[in-house]
């Protein structure tokens, strides 16, 4: 039986990226200060770096074929893998998983004390016990509803795991856009509005007053930023669940606008008249180690 092949994806962390590739001066300057804007840059670093020696290190124990991916935005292909190791904190595994397809997905955070994980079922600690499970196909695992995005028919993205923010290109400048939902159809100004699966429904969607959703939900949320109603209008389409099979269309009235799409890494302009479609996608993401219920928000 040949060795199965492994994708591990690693992020790059701020120490690696801005001192040793990039050897920026000024942040080489406020690490020899010790100033406090990178006092952690360093620990960060290490830590991350001993959890992904530790993964290769059991890999190769394991008999498993590792591909390194050294850096979290890049493109890789899954069609011989059997696993997916993202290797970082939920950023990492959200950048990864645009890319993963029926593949299951494993995140590991190599830094807990300074990287959130909500995703990551793994660290550094119990590592080895979790990886042969997940080579074995015997750890638990969660199907997570994402969101297909489309623009004037065109699709863009199946694969949205956390949200998309939909805004105009400045964050000074008021997002003019018209929704639709169902048979409603309303004219809104705002900050725009964040709209995705149950996935991310406890991070942006939360912060803006939305609803934290079972992981297990095939719902999608939409919450309105900073709602501005002139003349003493009430908004109907503020918060909305979105139910399998249903989908929210915007068209804009900007011309300059964008949608972010889980978070900063895969940016989509918007022009004037554009129509977005936002609906459940038919790609759920399979993560390891989690299960249909959700870590406690305080």
């Not at 920026?24 to 020696?53: C, F, G, I, N, Y």
């Not at 406890?202 to 719902?219: D, E, N």
Request: a positive charge; one cysteine or more.
């Amino acid at each position: 039986m040949s060795a199965p092949r492994v994708v591990v994806v690693a992020k790059r962390s701020a120490y690696s990226r801005y001192v040793q590739e990039e050897g920026d001066p000024r942040a080489r300057a406020l690490l020899r200060r010790r100033d406090p804007s990178v006092s952690r840059w360093m620990e960060a670093h290490k830590a991350h770096t001993r959890t992904l020696e530790e993964v290769d290190r059991i890999l190769d124990r394991l008999g498993a074929r590792a591909v390194l991916v050294n850096d979290a935005r890049a493109t890789f292909d899954t069609a011989d893998a059997r696993l997916v190791i993202a290797v970082g904190g939920d950023g990492t595994l959200l950048a990864a998983s645009h890319n993963v397809g029926s593949v299951p997905i494993l995140g590991v955070n190599s830094a807990p004390r300074h990287s959130v994980g909500f995703f990551c079922a793994a660290s550094r600690q119990g590592l080895a016990s979790m990886l042969e499970q997940a080579l074995e196909g015997r750890a638990k695992s969660i199907l997570l509803t994402r969101m297909a995005v489309a623009v004037n028919g065109r699709v863009r993205s199946r694969r949205v795991l956390n949200e998309a923010l939909y805004c105009h290109t400045s964050p000074a400048a008021t997002s003019r856009y018209i929704l639709r939902h169902r048979r409603l159809r309303e004219e809104q100004r705002s900050s725009g509005f964040w709209i995705g699966p149950a996935a991310g429904s406890t991070a942006a969607q939360r912060s803006a007053g939305g609803k934290v959703l079972p992981l297990g939900s095939k719902k999608l949320q939409l919450v309105v930023r900073e709602p501005y109603a002139p003349f003493n209008r009430r908004y109907r389409l503020l918060r909305v669940l979105v139910d399998p099979g249903t989908r929210v269309l915007a068209q804009s009235q900007m011309q300059e606008a964008c949608m972010f799409l889980d978070g900063p890494y895969k940016v989509i302009n918007v022009r004037l008249g554009d129509e977005t479609e936002f609906r459940a996608s038919d790609e759920p993401l399979r993560v390891l180690g989690l299960g249909p219920r959700r870590h406690r928000v305080d």
